[in-house]
């Protein structure tokens, strides 16, 4: 199973960016996938959830600027950013869950068997 992310980027404050996770070896329809990112000198933190139903849950800080989506036909998950801050830099990782769907904790990194190898946005001032 492989986690590809594309689509980071420099944008100015305010602006929009999409990410792209392109997943191959496993039928994305069957699984729940989310965002994470991780900031310089941070931990790395849940951004997104969607789950193999498509129900989706967001963290706070994303709530009202970022979408979620999955396009099953092209095994691909996307994160559309608006209005995006400074505060939103970091790098963004996508994963998946091993079955269906997160067994507690959407938002802990235990639930997540594979994970792309991260894609750095950058929002500047």
């Known amino acids: 199973v492989e986690l590809v992310e594309s689509g980071g980027g420099l944008v100015q404050a305010g602006g929009s960016l999409s990410v792209s996770c392109a997943v191959s070896g496993r039928t994305l329809s069957g699984h729940a996938l989310a965002w994470f990112r991780q900031a310089p000198g941070k931990e790395r933190e849940f951004v997104a959830y969607i789950s193999s139903s498509d129900g989706v849950w967001y963290a706070n800080s994303a709530k009202g600027r970022f979408t979620i989506a999955r396009d099953n036909a092209k095994n691909t998950v996307s994160l559309q950013m608006n209005r995006l801050k400074p505060e939103d830099t970091a790098v963004y990782y996508c994963?998946?869950?091993?079955?269906?769907?997160?067994?507690?904790?959407?938002?802990?990194?235990?639930?997540?068997?594979?994970w792309g190898q991260g894609t750095q946005v950058t929002v500047s001032p």
């Open positions: 994963a998946s869950t091993p079955s269906s769907d997160a067994a507690n904790d959407i938002s802990s990194s235990d639930e997540y068997d594979f």
